[in-house]
């Protein structure tokens, strides 16, 4: 079974995540995005199990809003494309779990994240 975690260590908010759940990642293998960045293939198995590269893709990136991206209205193509030109565009953490994939962090994708790691 998979077991991985995308993430960013200079990130608050996925270190305080990743704490939280540090008891139940024994067997996970880690890749720090900023220093090994997500490769075509990586991204295109993400986006299997996420159903499309919008659901990876991060809206609250500086980058974001520097770039005018919020004023385009981007293709499946352009968030394939931003994705890879720039780490701080994946939602961070990602977790794949089996065919499972937990994104980001919002509350409710957190929370699922636990139990299905409670569960393993």
Same mark, same amino acid.
């Given at each position: 079974?998979? *077991?991985?975690?995308?993430?960013? $260590? ?14 139940? &990642?024994? =067997? ?5 995005? $900023? ?7 990586? &991204?295109?198995?993400? *986006? ?13 990136? @500086?980058?974001?809003?520097?770039? =005018? &991206? @919020?004023?385009?209205? %981007?293709?499946? #193509? ?11 565009? %994946? ?6 779990? =089996?065919?499972?994939?937990?994104? =980001?962090?919002? $509350?409710?994708?957190?929370? #699922?994240? *636990? ?6």
């Amino acid at each position: 079974m998979t *077991k991985k975690v995308y993430h960013l $260590k200079t990130c608050d908010t996925t270190r305080r995540i990743l704490k939280d759940v540090s008891k139940y &990642l024994d =067997g996970f293998e880690f890749q720090e995005i $900023k220093e090994q960045p997500i490769t075509a293939k990586q &991204l295109d198995e993400m *986006k299997a199990l996420a159903g499309s590269y919008e659901a990876l893709f991060s809206r609250r990136a @500086k980058k974001y809003r520097e770039m =005018g &991206l @919020k004023d385009q209205n %981007l293709s499946e #193509a352009d968030y394939k494309y931003y994705l890879l030109q720039d780490y701080t565009f %994946l939602k961070r953490p990602v977790f794949i779990i =089996g065919d499972e994939i937990f994104i =980001g962090n919002s $509350k409710k994708n957190l929370a #699922a994240l *636990k139990e299905k790691l409670q569960s393993l």
